[in-house]
Nanobody, 122 residues
Framework: QLQLVESGGGLVEPGGSLRLSCVAS????????IAWFRQAPGKEREGISC????????DYAHSMEGPFTISRDNAKNTAYLQMHNLRPEDTAVYSC???????????????WGQGTQVTVSS
């Protein structure tokens, strides 16, 4: 089945770190730009970051760069989101999406993952 599968979420204490993974199943991630989004309970979905097909270009939403770092390893068919200094307000379901370019991901996504829960709490 053609899909994106996220992993790496879980419960972490404030100030902690997590690395999320986004693996493409039965298709090659190499041909797609990848973005990470999150959605907290009762809130709208929020864009975090996007990385180009080659990985040479990355974009971040305001205030996301620094605590979050997007990367990809095309040889492993995987994209990552490294998160540092997590706060309770970062609690959300984190999802990855693939599209032809970063600018078209939202309007014309090719694949969405199911998401992985990140909970920041002491």
């Amino acid at each position: 089945q053609l899909q994106l599968v996220e992993s790496g979420g879980g419960l972490v204490e404030p100030g902690g770190s997590l690395r999320l993974s986004c693996v493409a199943s039965e298709f090659t991630l190499t041909y797609y730009a990848i973005a990470w989004f999150r959605q907290a309970p009762g809130k709208e979905r929020e864009g975090i970051s996007c990385i180009s097909i080659t990985g040479e270009t990355t974009d971040y939403a305001h205030s996301m760069e620094g605590p979050f770092t997007i990367s990809r390893d095309n040889a492993k068919n995987t994209a990552y989101l490294q998160m540092h200094n997590l706060r309770p307000e970062d609690t959300a379901v984190y999802s990855c999406v693939a599209g032809s370019t970063c600018s078209r991901l939202v309007s014309s996504p090719s694949y969405w993952g199911q998401g992985t829960q990140v909970t920041v709490s002491s």
